[in-house]
Protein backbone atom coordinates (compact mmCIF):
# COMPACT_ATOMS: atom_id res chain seq x y z
CA UNK A 1 0.00 0.00 0.00
CA UNK A 2 3.14 2.28 1.04
CA UNK A 3 4.31 1.73 -2.79
CA UNK A 4 1.25 2.42 -4.30
CA UNK A 5 1.14 5.75 -2.34
CA UNK A 6 4.58 6.92 -3.64
CA UNK A 7 3.48 6.08 -7.02
CA UNK A 8 0.72 7.97 -6.75
CA UNK A 9 2.96 11.11 -5.58
CA UNK A 10 5.26 11.09 -7.99
CA UNK A 11 2.90 11.10 -10.79
CA UNK A 12 0.88 14.51 -9.01
CA UNK A 13 4.62 15.99 -9.06
CA UNK A 14 5.11 15.33 -12.63
CA UNK A 15 1.41 16.53 -13.43
CA UNK A 16 2.18 20.14 -11.82
CA UNK A 17 5.17 19.98 -15.04
CA UNK A 18 2.94 19.51 -17.30
CA UNK A 19 0.87 21.43 -20.00
CA UNK A 20 -3.19 22.53 -19.23
CA UNK A 21 -4.09 19.73 -22.03
CA UNK A 22 -1.55 17.70 -20.73
CA UNK A 23 -2.78 17.33 -17.09
CA UNK A 24 -6.25 16.79 -18.39
CA UNK A 25 -5.59 13.57 -20.73
CA UNK A 26 -3.07 12.51 -18.03
CA UNK A 27 -5.70 13.22 -15.09
CA UNK A 28 -8.22 10.57 -17.00
CA UNK A 29 -5.69 7.82 -16.92
CA UNK A 30 -4.86 8.21 -13.24
CA UNK A 31 -8.31 7.65 -12.60
CA UNK A 32 -7.95 4.05 -13.57
CA UNK A 33 -5.68 3.07 -10.65
CA UNK A 34 -7.26 5.02 -8.03
CA UNK A 35 -10.54 3.23 -8.71
CA UNK A 36 -8.61 -0.06 -9.15
CA UNK A 37 -6.11 0.26 -5.48
CA UNK A 38 -10.23 0.97 -3.89
CA UNK A 39 -10.41 -2.21 -5.79
CA UNK A 40 -8.07 -4.18 -4.18
CA UNK A 41 -7.67 -2.33 -0.82
CA UNK A 42 -9.28 -4.71 2.57
CA UNK A 43 -11.67 -1.70 3.42
CA UNK A 44 -15.15 -3.14 2.58
CA UNK A 45 -17.35 -1.40 0.40
CA UNK A 46 -21.18 -0.56 1.53
CA UNK A 47 -23.44 -3.52 0.24
CA UNK A 48 -25.79 -2.10 -2.05
CA UNK A 49 -29.21 -2.01 -0.96
CA UNK A 50 -31.56 -4.93 -2.77
CA UNK A 51 -33.99 -3.77 -4.96
CA UNK A 52 -37.11 -4.07 -3.81
CA UNK A 53 -39.19 -6.94 -5.27
CA UNK A 54 -41.39 -5.25 -8.23
CA UNK A 55 -45.70 -6.42 -7.69
CA UNK A 56 -46.27 -8.33 -11.10
CA UNK A 57 -48.78 -5.97 -13.50
CA UNK A 58 -52.53 -5.97 -12.59
CA UNK A 59 -54.19 -7.22 -15.20
CA UNK A 60 -57.78 -6.64 -15.30
CA UNK A 61 -59.52 -9.03 -17.90
CA UNK A 62 -63.19 -8.36 -18.21
CA UNK A 63 -66.08 -10.14 -17.93
CA UNK A 64 -67.05 -12.09 -20.85
CA UNK A 65 -70.67 -12.66 -21.18
CA UNK A 66 -72.43 -15.41 -22.48
CA UNK A 67 -74.73 -14.89 -25.24
CA UNK A 68 -77.89 -15.62 -22.52
CA UNK A 69 -75.96 -13.13 -20.15
CA UNK A 70 -76.22 -10.02 -22.80
CA UNK A 71 -79.38 -10.95 -23.83
CA UNK A 72 -80.90 -10.34 -20.29
CA UNK A 73 -78.98 -7.44 -19.42
CA UNK A 74 -80.27 -5.46 -22.79
CA UNK A 75 -83.12 -6.34 -22.17
CA UNK A 76 -83.11 -5.21 -18.28
CA UNK A 77 -81.69 -1.75 -19.37
CA UNK A 78 -84.63 -1.46 -22.18
CA UNK A 79 -87.09 -2.71 -19.51
CA UNK A 80 -85.80 -0.12 -17.03
CA UNK A 81 -86.65 2.60 -19.52
CA UNK A 82 -89.46 1.64 -20.48
CA UNK A 83 -90.87 1.39 -16.46
CA UNK A 84 -89.16 4.48 -15.76
CA UNK A 85 -91.05 6.60 -18.03
CA UNK A 86 -94.45 4.72 -17.25
CA UNK A 87 -94.27 5.74 -13.84
CA UNK A 88 -95.84 9.24 -14.14
CA UNK A 89 -98.33 7.93 -16.70
CA UNK A 90 -99.85 5.08 -14.14
CA UNK A 91 -99.44 7.17 -11.11
CA UNK A 92 -100.89 10.83 -12.40
CA UNK A 93 -103.86 9.40 -14.40
CA UNK A 94 -106.01 6.84 -11.74
CA UNK A 95 -108.58 9.10 -12.32
CA UNK A 96 -108.67 8.87 -16.22
CA UNK A 97 -108.38 4.98 -15.57
CA UNK A 98 -111.34 4.84 -13.82
CA UNK A 99 -112.34 1.19 -13.27
CA UNK A 100 -108.95 0.66 -14.16
CA UNK A 101 -107.35 2.16 -11.35
CA UNK A 102 -106.10 0.19 -8.12
CA UNK A 103 -104.26 0.80 -5.25
CA UNK A 104 -100.92 -0.84 -5.57
CA UNK A 105 -97.28 -0.58 -3.61
CA UNK A 106 -95.47 0.64 -7.01
CA UNK A 107 -92.74 -1.81 -7.60
CA UNK A 108 -91.71 -4.44 -9.00
CA UNK A 109 -89.97 -7.60 -7.51
CA UNK A 110 -88.98 -10.66 -9.25
CA UNK A 111 -86.60 -14.05 -8.63
CA UNK A 112 -84.22 -15.52 -10.73
CA UNK A 113 -87.47 -17.74 -11.91
CA UNK A 114 -88.79 -15.09 -13.37
CA UNK A 115 -87.24 -15.71 -16.51
CA UNK A 116 -87.35 -17.98 -19.09
CA UNK A 117 -85.68 -21.62 -18.51
CA UNK A 118 -82.53 -20.77 -20.33
CA UNK A 119 -81.76 -17.46 -18.35
CA UNK A 120 -82.23 -19.17 -15.19
CA UNK A 121 -78.29 -19.23 -14.71
CA UNK A 122 -77.81 -15.88 -16.64
CA UNK A 123 -80.50 -13.76 -14.15
CA UNK A 124 -78.52 -15.89 -11.11
CA UNK A 125 -74.94 -15.03 -12.42
CA UNK A 126 -75.88 -11.17 -14.13
CA UNK A 127 -78.65 -9.97 -11.63
CA UNK A 128 -77.42 -11.52 -8.15
CA UNK A 129 -80.75 -13.15 -8.18
CA UNK A 130 -82.03 -16.01 -6.44
CA UNK A 131 -85.42 -17.97 -4.86
CA UNK A 132 -86.26 -14.84 -3.32
CA UNK A 133 -88.01 -11.68 -4.43
CA UNK A 134 -85.85 -8.91 -5.38
CA UNK A 135 -87.29 -5.46 -6.39
CA UNK A 136 -86.15 -4.34 -9.78
CA UNK A 137 -87.81 -1.46 -10.08
CA UNK A 138 -89.83 1.39 -8.58
CA UNK A 139 -92.60 3.62 -9.99
CA UNK A 140 -91.27 7.56 -9.66
CA UNK A 141 -93.93 9.17 -7.45
CA UNK A 142 -95.42 5.72 -6.24
CA UNK A 143 -95.57 5.36 -2.67
CA UNK A 144 -93.29 2.47 -2.58
CA UNK A 145 -90.50 5.14 -3.40
CA UNK A 146 -91.99 8.16 -0.81
CA UNK A 147 -91.21 5.14 1.82
CA UNK A 148 -87.67 4.45 0.36
CA UNK A 149 -87.87 1.57 -1.27
CA UNK A 150 -84.59 0.34 -3.26
CA UNK A 151 -83.42 -1.27 -6.21
CA UNK A 152 -81.89 -4.64 -4.98
CA UNK A 153 -84.16 -4.74 -1.64
CA UNK A 154 -84.85 -8.31 -1.01
CA UNK A 155 -88.59 -9.00 0.21
CA UNK A 156 -88.68 -10.45 3.20
CA UNK A 157 -92.93 -10.02 4.92
CA UNK A 158 -95.77 -8.24 4.23
CA UNK A 159 -97.96 -7.45 7.29
CA UNK A 160 -96.07 -9.62 9.14
CA UNK A 161 -96.91 -12.36 6.87
CA UNK A 162 -93.61 -14.17 5.05
CA UNK A 163 -93.21 -14.01 0.99
CA UNK A 164 -93.30 -16.75 -1.10
CA UNK A 165 -89.71 -18.39 -2.62
CA UNK A 166 -89.23 -20.27 -5.26
CA UNK A 167 -90.31 -20.93 -9.24
CA UNK A 168 -94.12 -19.16 -8.66
CA UNK A 169 -93.05 -16.95 -5.96
CA UNK A 170 -94.54 -14.22 -8.28
CA UNK A 171 -97.36 -15.06 -8.83
CA UNK A 172 -98.21 -16.36 -5.22
CA UNK A 173 -97.12 -12.72 -3.99
CA UNK A 174 -99.49 -11.16 -6.16
CA UNK A 175 -102.26 -13.71 -4.65
CA UNK A 176 -101.26 -13.11 -0.90
CA UNK A 177 -101.23 -9.13 -1.57
CA UNK A 178 -104.66 -8.94 -3.38
CA UNK A 179 -106.64 -9.33 0.10
CA UNK A 180 -103.60 -7.03 2.07
CA UNK A 181 -104.11 -3.92 0.12
CA UNK A 182 -108.13 -3.80 0.51
CA UNK A 183 -109.19 -1.17 3.23
CA UNK A 184 -105.72 -0.47 4.05
CA UNK A 185 -104.07 3.03 3.82
CA UNK A 186 -100.50 1.50 3.51
CA UNK A 187 -98.86 -1.88 4.27
CA UNK A 188 -95.73 -2.91 5.99
CA UNK A 189 -93.33 -4.60 4.62
CA UNK A 190 -89.45 -5.91 6.20
CA UNK A 191 -86.83 -6.09 3.47
CA UNK A 192 -83.03 -7.13 3.41
CA UNK A 193 -80.72 -4.08 2.29
CA UNK A 194 -77.20 -4.94 1.84
CA UNK A 195 -77.27 -7.50 4.97
CA UNK A 196 -79.68 -5.68 7.00
CA UNK A 197 -82.97 -5.75 7.85
CA UNK A 198 -85.31 -2.33 7.24
CA UNK A 199 -88.59 -2.22 7.82
CA UNK A 200 -90.84 0.05 5.99
CA UNK A 201 -94.14 1.86 6.01
CA UNK A 202 -95.54 1.79 2.52
CA UNK A 203 -98.28 3.86 1.14
CA UNK A 204 -100.47 2.81 -1.47
CA UNK A 205 -100.98 4.44 -4.77
CA UNK A 206 -104.15 4.90 -6.93
CA UNK A 207 -103.07 4.13 -9.88
CA UNK A 208 -103.55 2.69 -13.16
CA UNK A 209 -103.17 -1.20 -13.17
CA UNK A 210 -102.06 -1.59 -16.57
CA UNK A 211 -98.50 -3.76 -15.93
CA UNK A 212 -95.75 -2.30 -18.58
CA UNK A 213 -94.22 -4.77 -21.34
CA UNK A 214 -91.20 -5.09 -23.32
CA UNK A 215 -91.81 -7.03 -26.30
CA UNK A 216 -88.77 -8.86 -27.50
CA UNK A 217 -88.87 -8.17 -31.18
CA UNK A 218 -87.17 -5.49 -33.49
CA UNK A 219 -90.71 -4.74 -35.40
CA UNK A 220 -91.98 -0.96 -34.63
CA UNK A 221 -94.90 -2.02 -33.00
CA UNK A 222 -97.27 -1.70 -29.70
CA UNK A 223 -99.99 -3.39 -28.18
CA UNK A 224 -103.14 -3.19 -25.89
CA UNK A 225 -104.70 -6.24 -24.33
CA UNK A 226 -107.29 -4.44 -22.25
CA UNK A 227 -104.71 -5.01 -19.06
CA UNK A 228 -101.57 -4.90 -20.38
CA UNK A 229 -99.45 -2.31 -22.46
CA UNK A 230 -96.82 -3.79 -24.75
CA UNK A 231 -93.93 -1.66 -26.19
CA UNK A 232 -91.18 -3.54 -28.69
CA UNK A 233 -87.53 -3.08 -28.61
CA UNK A 234 -88.57 -2.38 -32.07
CA UNK A 235 -90.33 1.04 -30.84
CA UNK A 236 -88.50 2.15 -28.11
CA UNK A 237 -85.15 2.01 -30.62
CA UNK A 238 -87.40 4.36 -33.20
CA UNK A 239 -89.05 6.46 -30.03
CA UNK A 240 -85.51 8.39 -28.91
CA UNK A 241 -86.82 10.63 -26.08
CA UNK A 242 -88.71 9.96 -23.09
CA UNK A 243 -91.54 12.09 -24.32
CA UNK A 244 -91.55 9.57 -27.43
CA UNK A 245 -92.06 6.59 -25.06
CA UNK A 246 -94.54 8.30 -22.96
CA UNK A 247 -96.70 9.35 -26.61
CA UNK A 248 -96.81 5.68 -27.20
CA UNK A 249 -97.42 3.89 -23.94
CA UNK A 250 -100.36 6.68 -22.99
CA UNK A 251 -101.94 5.67 -26.96
CA UNK A 252 -102.28 1.57 -25.36
CA UNK A 253 -102.94 2.72 -22.54
CA UNK A 254 -105.80 4.50 -23.61
CA UNK A 255 -107.09 1.67 -26.04
CA UNK A 256 -107.35 -0.20 -22.41
CA UNK A 257 -108.82 2.41 -20.78
CA UNK A 258 -111.69 2.91 -23.37
CA UNK A 259 -112.39 -0.82 -23.83
CA UNK A 260 -111.19 -0.73 -27.57
CA UNK A 261 -109.53 -4.65 -27.14
CA UNK A 262 -112.79 -5.46 -26.22
CA UNK A 263 -114.83 -4.09 -28.56
CA UNK A 264 -112.82 -5.28 -31.21
CA UNK A 265 -112.86 -8.77 -30.30
CA UNK A 266 -108.90 -8.74 -29.94
CA UNK A 267 -108.18 -9.20 -26.49
CA UNK A 268 -107.58 -12.97 -26.83
CA UNK A 269 -105.20 -12.50 -30.15
CA UNK A 270 -103.38 -9.61 -28.90
CA UNK A 271 -103.31 -11.01 -24.89
CA UNK A 272 -101.52 -14.34 -27.23
CA UNK A 273 -98.88 -12.05 -29.07
CA UNK A 274 -97.89 -9.94 -25.68
CA UNK A 275 -97.42 -13.75 -24.30
CA UNK A 276 -95.15 -14.68 -27.31
CA UNK A 277 -93.30 -11.42 -27.33
CA UNK A 278 -92.38 -11.26 -23.44
CA UNK A 279 -90.39 -14.60 -23.71
CA UNK A 280 -86.67 -13.87 -24.61
CA UNK A 281 -87.09 -16.26 -27.51
CA UNK A 282 -90.22 -15.54 -29.22
CA UNK A 283 -91.77 -17.69 -32.03
CA UNK A 284 -91.58 -14.72 -34.88
CA UNK A 285 -93.15 -17.37 -37.00
CA UNK A 286 -96.57 -16.29 -35.48
CA UNK A 287 -96.09 -12.60 -36.44
CA UNK A 288 -95.64 -12.39 -40.00
CA UNK A 289 -98.28 -10.33 -41.29
CA UNK A 290 -100.74 -8.41 -38.43
CA UNK A 291 -100.84 -11.33 -36.81
CA UNK A 292 -104.54 -11.59 -36.93
CA UNK A 293 -105.13 -8.36 -35.70
CA UNK A 294 -107.59 -6.41 -37.16
CA UNK A 295 -107.03 -2.53 -37.65
CA UNK A 296 -108.21 -0.12 -35.03
CA UNK A 297 -111.77 2.05 -36.55
CA UNK A 298 -110.51 5.86 -37.38
CA UNK A 299 -113.09 6.66 -34.44
CA UNK A 300 -111.36 4.08 -32.02
CA UNK A 301 -107.44 5.37 -32.59
CA UNK A 302 -109.18 9.30 -32.37
CA UNK A 303 -110.55 8.76 -29.46
CA UNK A 304 -107.20 7.12 -28.26
CA UNK A 305 -105.18 9.67 -29.06
CA UNK A 306 -107.03 12.99 -27.44
CA UNK A 307 -107.28 10.83 -24.04
CA UNK A 308 -103.40 9.58 -24.39
CA UNK A 309 -102.33 13.42 -24.93
CA UNK A 310 -104.36 14.41 -21.73
CA UNK A 311 -102.62 11.14 -19.86
CA UNK A 312 -99.11 12.82 -21.54
CA UNK A 313 -99.58 15.89 -20.44
CA UNK A 314 -100.92 15.34 -16.97
CA UNK A 315 -97.99 13.17 -16.02
CA UNK A 316 -95.46 16.12 -17.15
CA UNK A 317 -94.13 15.07 -20.62
CA UNK A 318 -94.08 17.91 -23.13
CA UNK A 319 -96.98 17.21 -26.20
CA UNK A 320 -95.94 19.68 -28.44
CA UNK A 321 -93.53 17.27 -30.17
CA UNK A 322 -96.89 14.79 -30.74
CA UNK A 323 -97.89 15.61 -34.09
CA UNK A 324 -94.62 15.47 -35.81
CA UNK A 325 -93.68 12.31 -33.62
CA UNK A 326 -96.59 10.20 -35.11
CA UNK A 327 -96.13 11.64 -38.51
CA UNK A 328 -92.96 10.20 -38.71
CA UNK A 329 -93.91 7.25 -37.51
CA UNK A 330 -96.39 6.92 -40.35
CA UNK A 331 -93.87 8.24 -43.09
CA UNK A 332 -91.21 5.81 -42.30
CA UNK A 333 -93.08 3.11 -41.59
CA UNK A 334 -96.84 3.07 -43.86
CA UNK A 335 -99.68 1.13 -43.48
CA UNK A 336 -98.20 -0.95 -46.05
CA UNK A 337 -95.87 -2.50 -43.56
CA UNK A 338 -97.84 -5.02 -42.41
CA UNK A 339 -95.58 -5.92 -39.43
CA UNK A 340 -95.59 -2.03 -38.66
CA UNK A 341 -97.66 0.16 -35.94
CA UNK A 342 -99.73 1.87 -38.80
CA UNK A 343 -100.67 -1.42 -40.17
CA UNK A 344 -102.99 -1.56 -37.22
CA UNK A 345 -103.64 2.35 -37.12
CA UNK A 346 -104.14 2.97 -40.42
CA UNK A 347 -106.03 6.45 -40.12
CA UNK A 348 -103.32 8.56 -40.34
CA UNK A 349 -104.71 11.70 -41.52
CA UNK A 350 -107.69 11.63 -38.95
CA UNK A 351 -105.34 10.63 -36.52
CA UNK A 352 -103.41 14.07 -36.61
CA UNK A 353 -106.21 15.72 -36.88
CA UNK A 354 -107.28 14.64 -33.68
CA UNK A 355 -104.02 15.40 -31.99
CA UNK A 356 -103.32 18.52 -33.11
CA UNK A 357 -106.65 19.74 -32.56
CA UNK A 358 -106.11 17.83 -28.95
CA UNK A 359 -102.87 19.65 -28.41
CA UNK A 360 -103.81 22.65 -28.84
CA UNK A 361 -107.24 22.15 -26.63
CA UNK A 362 -104.56 21.30 -23.69
CA UNK A 363 -102.78 24.32 -24.21
CA UNK A 364 -105.47 26.61 -23.99
CA UNK A 365 -106.77 25.13 -20.54
CA UNK A 366 -103.08 24.77 -19.30
CA UNK A 367 -102.82 28.58 -20.04
CA UNK A 368 -105.79 29.11 -17.86
CA UNK A 369 -105.38 27.24 -15.03
CA UNK A 370 -108.41 25.01 -16.26
CA UNK A 371 -108.34 21.18 -14.95
CA UNK A 372 -106.49 18.85 -17.63
CA UNK A 373 -109.80 16.35 -18.35
CA UNK A 374 -110.70 15.62 -21.56
Not at 33 to 53: G, M, N, Q, T
Not at 208 to 218: Q, T
Not at 337 to 343: H, I, K, R
Request: proline letters at 6%; a neutral charge.
Amino acid sequence: MHRMFQIIKNSLIQLTQLTHSQRISRSLVLTIPILLSACASHVPLAKAPEPEPVPPPVVVVPKVLTPEQDALLKYIALYDRLYRVAGPLLVQNADLCKTHARNLLGFTAKTKYSYSADLVDAAEESLGLNDKLRVMGVLVGSGAAKAGVQHGDTLVSIEGKALPEGQNAERQAAAMLGPLVTGRASIKMVVVRKGDTVDLDVPLTLMCAYNIELGNSEYVNAYADGHRTMLTRGMLAFAHTDREVAYVLAKEMAHNTLGHPQKQRMHATIGGIIDNLIRMHPDMSTMTGMAGIKPMPAEMDAEADTLALYMVARAGYDIDGAPAFWQKLATQYPPTLMNGYNAIHPSTASRLAAIEKTVAEIKAKQASKAPLVP
